[in-house]
């Protein structure tokens, strides 16, 4: 039975202060449309930059997972993003006006509860997982981790961690299937050794740290002296340990939360794959570097597979959703430059448009007369009206609105068309439409395989002095 993709019913938010920061930050989980994935937005930041939850957008792994991308950054991405793949949410944009996800309590837990709050809602689309067919493996021998995936029916991961210590030893941690997340992982805590901590505070880069917010683990004596640095350092005149074991006595969930806590991790790290796993991961000593590094292996894994068979199939023989003559009704466009037949496909987040290539297109007679290809700035043309449609679709009277695209990112070209092809679009919303902004994604296809994409934003204005056929689409 397929399984439908699931966003948030509504918006919700909580502040809480960066770890390594200390800067105060409000955080908002967003609905999101279809398709959408994570993405982070920095609304604290002129054009508010998003950042795609994607393993190519990593650029630091030393003390959480920081992601960069349109010349923003977001640091400490993964307990927020465990809690998403947790409650099995599919598309969420998550909006912050700072640097850096706040610590909380230094698990997911509290991302669990707001997100709970915010109640989920069941979409069109169907999720489409990724379900491994054979062995991967990862090693970085000289951090000594190790790291496999095996085929499994569910998303099932298993950890190891010994860090050659004798308080901590060798602890293990499961999680038998994702829906085991919210109550058995959620809720365990970062933690850190002692000696970590003070050439942490040594170097002031942990200026949001409290003892609140993460597990101290002691592993020998402390000497009183450094125990009365601690507790100016936290301001908290009650820190304390008795010999070897957690600093202020702090409870433990589980005897083993350090190894769930490093579950935790690699389940909001693989998050940045970008779709939802079928597969048994098996981690020893895993760290943010080799989960990042292990995501980057089966993303590769993801692409190198979706490379080899079609991607999708449309019926071009149903009934149209516009035909040209209602094409026309709403596009001013007329030969030669009108570049959409038809629309067969449309709903609340998406679109698909047909163009029907002929050796009769006048630009043939130029563009490699010999050799006629079809110019790649006339498919972003057909795609960018394929858009306009649905833009000027979102208003009544759309003779009256012009569609103005005002930016064209991401464009690729994967393979030729030629005379006799016929090109589907598809293009979906990439966020939701806000003060008449239109940001979509499209996919050219050519008997099922991708020849170009292009990431579109425009804008749909409404005339103050309405022209007869005045609606327009720049590209």
């Known amino acids: 039975m397929a399984v439908k993709q699931r966003t948030l019913k509504n918006p919700v938010t909580l502040s809480g202060v960066g770890l390594h920061t200390g800067k105060k930050v409000t955080l908002s989980f967003l609905p999101a449309p279809e398709n959408h994935g994570y993405k982070f937005c920095r609304a604290d930041l002129e054009g508010k930059p998003i950042i795609d939850a994607d393993v190519d957008n990593v650029v630091d792994t030393a003390r959480g997972t920081t992601l960069e991308q349109n010349g923003a950054r977001i640091s400490t991405t993964e307990h927020a993003l465990a809690a998403l793949v947790g409650l099995e949410i599919d598309n969420c944009l998550i909006e912050i006006n700072g640097p850096e996800i706040p610590i909380m309590d230094g698990s997911s837990q509290p991302f669990i509860d707001v997100l709970e709050k915010a109640e989920l809602t069941e979409q069109t689309a169907e999720r489409i997982y990724f379900e491994l067919?054979?062995?991967?493996?990862?090693?970085?021998?000289?951090?000594?981790?190790?790291?496999?995936?095996?085929?499994?029916?569910?998303?099932?991961?298993?950890?190891?961690?010994?860090?050659?210590?004798?308080?901590?030893?060798?602890?293990?941690?499961?999680?038998?299937?994702?829906?085991?997340?919210?109550?058995?992982?959620?809720?365990?805590?970062?933690?850190?050794?002692?000696?970590?901590?003070?050439?942490?505070?040594?170097?002031?880069?942990?200026?949001?740290?409290?003892?609140?917010?993460?597990?101290?683990?002691?592993?020998?004596?402390?000497?009183?002296?450094?125990?009365?640095?601690?507790?100016?350092?936290?301001?908290?005149?009650?820190?304390?340990?008795?010999?070897?074991?957690?600093?202020?006595?702090?409870?433990?969930?589980?005897?083993?939360?350090?190894?769930?806590?490093?579950?935790?991790?690699?389940?909001?790290?693989?998050?940045?794959?970008?779709?939802?796993?079928?597969?048994?991961?098996?981690?020893?000593?895993?760290?943010?570097?080799?989960?990042?590094?292990?995501?980057?292996?089966?993303?590769?894994?993801?692409?190198k597979e979706r490379s080899t068979k079609q991607v999708v199939k449309f019926d071009l023989s149903k009934k149209p959703v516009y035909d040209i003559n209602d094409i026309t009704k709403m596009l001013p466009h007329r030969y030669p430059f009108l570049m959409v037949d038809k629309v067969i496909e449309m709903d609340a987040t998406s679109i698909v448009g047909v163009k029907n290539v002929t050796m009769n297109e006048p630009f043939f007679q130029g563009h490699f007369p010999d050799n006629p290809i079809f110019p790649g700035v006339m498919q972003i043309e057909a795609m960018a009206q394929v858009g306009g449609i649905f833009a000027l679709s979102q208003v009544t009277e759309p003779e009256l609105y012009s569609t103005y695209f005002m930016k064209i990112d991401g464009v690729k070209f994967k393979q030729k068309v030629l005379p006799g092809d016929t090109i589907v679009f598809k293009l979906h919303l990439e966020s939701p439409i806000r003060r008449g902004l239109v940001n979509m994604r499209g996919i050219a296809y050519v008997n099922g395989k991708e020849v170009c994409e292009a990431v579109m934003l425009a804008q749909v204005i409404k005339d103050k002095a309405p022209k007869e056929n005045k609606a327009t689409v720049t590209a």
Do not use: W
């Open 133 to 303: 067919k054979e062995n991967l493996a990862f090693e970085d021998v000289n951090k000594k981790v190790e790291m496999l995936a095996v085929p499994q029916e569910e998303y099932r991961i298993t950890v190891m961690v010994d860090y050659n210590s004798d308080l901590l030893g060798t602890q293990h941690a499961s999680m038998y299937n994702v829906r085991e997340f919210k109550s058995h992982i959620a809720k365990c805590r970062t933690f850190v050794f002692l000696h970590e901590l003070e050439a942490l505070l040594a170097h002031n880069l942990i200026k949001g740290g409290d003892l609140d917010n993460a597990i101290v683990m002691v592993d020998k004596e402390v000497p009183k002296d450094k125990l009365d640095h601690l507790r100016k350092v936290f301001n908290k005149p009650d820190v304390e340990v008795k010999g070897r074991g957690v600093l202020n006595n702090t409870q433990l969930h589980y005897y083993n939360e350090p190894a769930r806590h490093k579950l935790l991790d690699i389940v909001g790290d693989l998050a940045l794959v970008g779709v939802p796993l079928k597969a048994h991961i098996l981690a020893a000593r895993p760290g943010h570097a080799g989960n990042v590094a292990f995501a980057k292996k089966i993303k590769e894994l993801i692409k």
